[in-house]
């Protein structure tokens, strides 16, 4: 059963940073592309960032280019990503997500449960 678990998200003031994390498990890692993506209070699903199976390539949402970081640590079958210089529009629900191939912008078959990521003062 493929698992996807976040972790990492809580209450940070504008300006600030957040490491975010998801363990994976139920399949082989390394044999995926991964990515994260998020909702905002009353808004839809937003694409984030992607990774390939190796980390070789990423791939950013124009608005998080330069404040964000995808990162994936096979060994530990783990996703990260890095967030800094958090705005209030970065509010969102953020969820790891299994792509459905090896290779990135395949689509997405798995999601995590989610993590807050509330950025206020």
């Known amino acids: 059963e493929v698992q996807l678990v976040e972790s990492g998200g809580g209450l940070v003031q504008p300006g600030g940073s957040l490491r975010l994390s998801c363990a994976a498990s139920?399949?082989?890692?390394?044999?995926?592309?991964m990515s994260w993506v998020r909702q905002a209070p009353g808004k839809g699903l937003e694409w984030v960032s992607a990774?390939?199976?190796?980390?070789?390539?990423?791939y950013y949402a124009e608005s998080m280019k330069g404040r964000f970081t995808i990162s994936r640590d096979n060994a530990k079958n783990t996703l990260y990503l890095q967030m800094n210089s958090l705005k209030s529009e970065d509010t969102a629900v953020y969820y790891c997500a299994k792509d459905i191939t090896i290779a990135t912008m395949s689509g997405i078959d798995y999601w995590g449960q989610g993590t807050q990521v509330t950025v206020s003062s």
């Open positions: 990774i390939s199976w190796n980390g070789g390539s990423t």
């Open positions: 139920g399949f082989t890692f390394d044999d995926y592309a």
